[in-house]
């Protein structure tokens, strides 16, 4: 079975800092990797999709990129804001989802 | 914008009791899903429809919980009796996925949070 696990659990960052968030996965056959945001009591608002012949995605001041022989992810968030606090997550194959990371960015 | 909608918001209701929750994906998505997120955790997934076929239902317990989509289109979760354990965000997902590429990109509703007492 899929496990995906999101390090770390929380994280704290001063405003305008760049910053890289991690997803690993154990079985490299996959068909995509998408990243979500998640503000407490909400349901998931769509980031990125990586598609498994994608290397990279960019939205913004997002990218995330892919590395499949190697089970990895990383979701880069470029100068982040306070409007970037929240739970991101990311989910392989829309079926196997990490725990999260709660990133909070203070003013 | 299309979005997936989801109802009941928020249910509370008394353990043995029965609820249901319902989704409408977004207009020609084929594949569905029903997610159960507790809180600090991930979302599990409990079912996964394309278009009115059960494709993956294997950590829905079947005792309890049942899901339908008759059409093809939208869904009803089910669970009778309730239990104190069942309290979560339960999540409604849609994606255009078929044929080749079943996984294509995801899109949630804004869930429903029960609360079981």
């Known amino acids: 079975k899929q496990e995906v696990t999101q390090i770390p659990a929380a994280l704290s960052v001063p405003e305008g800092e760049n910053l890289v968030l991690n997803c690993s996965f154990t079985d490299s056959a996959i068909y995509n990797l998408q990243w979500f945001r998640q503000d407490p009591g909400k349901g998931l608002t769509s980031l990125l999709l990586?598609?498994?012949?994608?290397r990279e995605q960019t939205s913004g001041r997002l990218n995330a990129s892919l590395d499949k022989s190697s089970g990895r992810s990383t979701l880069y968030i470029a100068a982040s804001q306070p409007g970037d606090s929240a739970t991101y997550l990311c989910?392989?194959?829309?079926?196997?989802f990490g725990t999260g990371t709660r990133l909070t960015v203070i003013p | 914008e299309a979005e997936v909608a989801q109802s009941p918001r928020y249910k509370i209701t008394e353990k043995s009791q029965a609820v249901a929750f319902w989704c409408d994906p977004i207009?020609?998505?084929?594949?569905l899903y029903w997610y159960r997120q507790i809180l600090g955790q991930g979302p599990e997934l409990l079912v996964q429809f394309q278009d009115e076929s059960v494709v993956d239902d294997s950590q829905l317990p079947k005792d309890r919980f049942s899901a339908e989509r008759l059409k093809g289109v939208d869904s009803t979760l089910k669970i009778q009796p309730a239990e104190l354990g069942d309290s979560a965000m339960y999540l409604c997902?849609?994606?255009?996925?078929?044929?080749?590429?079943?996984?294509?990109?995801?899109?949630f509703g804004q869930g429903t949070r029960l609360t079981v007492v």
């Open positions: 207009s020609g998505h084929a594949t």
């Open positions: 990586i598609q498994s012949s994608q």
């Open positions: 997902a849609s994606s255009e996925g078929r044929g080749g590429n079943p996984f294509t990109e995801a899109f």
């Open positions: 989910a392989v194959n829309n079926l196997f």
